[in-house]
């Protein structure tokens, strides 16, 4: 259960009440009680019965629930001071949980040919899937395990690149990211994008172990490897969903290329044929962000002429002297608008909102829910720009989607799929528009329509650029857990999805002993990522149906849902069903489709579309008149 937005347990005695109320609500503790004598007798001759099988589901969530507050603590703890000794002992939190759910889980096979209501053969299937790494029952072989997984987390967490030597001043990410951001220096960027990558050599061999170690314990659980565990989480076959996966991925693929070839040829215009080939991939240090998984921080080299939005909200919220507080108060401020409840006071009391000075933190952000009641946090190192801004609202998605599942039990206190949990504050976040902006006063003047291409293209810089990355880092994933991708070949194969899919190549020439995935936070945390990928399309699901909600009419690139109570009041019942329905169902609430579809994605960039065909019709002309 060690995921970014950590999900949530419900402790004690409340859990128990809170249980047993809802069982007495419905069908099935009338069954319970019903076939408590007849099950007394069944189990006489050895043969489960339903009411066991509810009665087991809800102990094992009374006990998951309190392991997990635990892991969740001793996580907290080690993220936020990394030392041997706190990652020992979230290492051993987790070690407990892990033991607890293999043991579970195997218990679990005893109701495997029951018919059993519906309710209780969902929270059996849920089980299996509650940890992201089930272990191996071997005790020594868990406890391994569990003290990689925790090593890996502490090792990416203190990642830094030392110019001068380990004696001279090292870099940390936090200081890498804007210089990847802002510098033109092509050089420069290299230098630190080749400083960063050399953070995961040293852990490469661990990764390895791990995925070994994590296959034994996903096949114990019956999936074949571990990646096959990961696809078994969607309601549907794992292969199934890869497929989806496929079909949504050929759905956006047009638009990607649009952008991409615009993009390449503004950055050979910029940097030269020989660094950025005309037909050749584009180099990984030139987009402006360490991973090249998001553009707009080049956005000022491949802005339209005349379609300028004329601001620039970094700058904005650095004039106005926004501190980290302020920036969580402007996305708290979204959520509330929308008529949800304002973040609890431990919320404000408890978060980390800025990088400590004086020792080693995961920064990468993410949102706790501690307790699975109030105790809902922010952890993120934040940077007073644009990019963090959004970030900030997407983290708060995940607490409000944390608060709104809350009343739900221990197994279905999570997002319908986890691309729902990843969605819901980037959706959110399509609604910080120009007019939005005017509104809570941070700029003076809503930019005519002439800006719109523009503010389009800056947005799909992060969001249409981000498409590839998102279905690659798991492509990687599930081919190393199957074993097609050995760790001799784990290098080359990453670069070449990389190549395949983004179009780019590394700076300069790789080897096998270069670990590139695991400078990625997602690969050393063992974090699944489909979940971006997912939600990428998602989210713009969820605002075409928030604006149309809103009786929104109008480009939906234009539509607010700022203030909407009705939009807010819609949110808030997908929110509050948790994960206790498939996510076709709770997609459907809220979207009235049963389907992911990328058409919502495609029709808010379909303007930018037609004009980066154009800008790239013209190019290939002007191209074709000068040989
Ligand atoms: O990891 C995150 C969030 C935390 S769940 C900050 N994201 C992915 C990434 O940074 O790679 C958000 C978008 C993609
Ligand atoms: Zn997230």
Request: glycine share 6%.
């Amino acid at each position: 259960m060690r995921v970014s937005y950590r999900a949530t347990r419900r402790t004690g005695v409340v859990a128990l009440l809170l249980s047993l109320i809802l069982l007495s609500n419905g069908a099935v503790f009338a069954q319970a009680l019903a076939s408590k004598k007849a099950g007394t007798r069944k189990t006489a001759a050895g043969k489960a019965t339903a009411a066991e099988a509810a009665q087991f589901v809800a102990h094992a969530e009374q006990r998951l629930t309190e392991l997990n507050l635990k892991v969740n603590r001793a996580s907290w703890i080690q993220e936020n001071f990394i030392t041997d000794d706190t990652e020992a002992l979230a290492a051993d939190a987790n070690n407990d949980l892990t033991a607890a759910v293999t043991e579970l889980a195997e218990q679990a096979t005893k109701f495997d040919n029951l018919k059993l209501p519906a309710d209780t053969a969902r929270k059996l299937k849920l089980l299996k899937l509650a940890l992201t790494v089930p272990a191996p029952s071997n005790p020594a072989e868990r406890d391994e395990l569990t003290k990689i997984t925790a090593s890996l987390s502490s090792d990416y967490g203190k990642g830094k690149y030392c110019p001068d030597g380990e004696r001279g001043k090292c870099l940390t990410l936090q200081e890498m990211e804007p210089i990847m951001a802002e510098s033109r220096d092509p050089e420069e960027l290299k230098r630190i994008w080749l400083g960063w990558h050399a953070i995961s050599p040293p852990f490469k061999q661990k990764y390895a172990r791990f995925v070994v170690l994590g296959n034994m314990g996903a096949r114990e659980m019956g999936f074949k490897d571990l990646g096959a565990l990961w696809r078994s989480n969607y309601d549907m076959p794992p292969d199934e969903f890869a497929a989806e996966m496929e079909r949504l991925w050929l759905q956006v693929k047009p638009l990607y290329d649009s952008l991409y070839t615009y993009t390449r040829w503004k950055l050979s215009e910029k940097y030269g044929k020989q660094l950025v080939p005309e037909n050749g991939a584009i180099p990984a240090h030139l987009l402006g962000n360490m991973w090249s998984q998001t553009w707009s921080n080049i956005y000022p080299l491949l802005k339209p002429e005349r379609s300028d939005p004329g601001y620039d909200l970094t700058k904005i919220l650095l004039e106005k002297k926004t501190d980290a507080k302020q920036m969580v108060r402007y996305g708290e401020g979204f959520f509330t608008s929308l008529g949800l409840d304002p973040l609890p006071p431990t919320f404000w009391e408890r978060s980390l909102f800025v990088k400590p000075q004086d020792r080693d933190v995961v920064c990468h952000a993410s949102a706790w829910d501690v307790d699975a009641r109030q105790d809902v946090r922010l952890k993120m190192c934040i940077k007073i720009t644009a990019e963090d801004f959004s970030v900030v609202h997407h983290e708060l998605g995940h607490n409000y989607y944390q608060m709104a599942y809350a009343p739900q039990t221990m197994l279905y206190q999570n997002s319908a799929n986890d691309g729902f949990h990843e969605a819901i504050g980037d959706a959110v976040a399509l609604s910080v528009t120009p007019e939005y902006l005017k509104k809570i006063n941070l700029i003076d003047k809503v930019p005519d329509e002439s800006a719109d291409t523009g503010l389009l293209l800056r947005l799909a810089l992060d969001k249409v650029a981000f498409l590839p990355f998102g279905y690659l880092v798991d492509q990687w994933r599930w081919k190393v857990f199957s074993g097609e991708v050995t760790p001799e070949n784990y290098n080359k194969a990453w670069w070449e999805l990389r190549t395949k899919y983004q179009g780019i190549a590394p700076p300069a020439a790789r080897s096998e002993a270069d670990f590139d995935a695991g400078a990625k936070y997602h690969v050393p945390a063992n974090t699944p990522y489909a979940r971006y990928f997912l939600a990428a399309i998602l989210q713009f699901q969820f605002h075409r149906a928030l604006c149309r909600e809103a009786g929104f009419k109008g480009p939906l690139n234009r539509c607010s849902i700022y203030g909407n109570k009705a939009a807010g009041a819609k949110l808030k019942q997908m929110l509050a069903m948790g994960q206790s329905r498939p996510w076709p169902e709770a997609l459907k609430a809220l979207t009235g489709e049963d389907k992911m579809d990328a058409t919502a994605i495609i029709d808010y960039f379909a303007p930018l579309k037609r004009w980066l065909d154009e800008q790239n019709a013209r190019h290939a002309q002007r191209a074709s008149n000068g040989k």
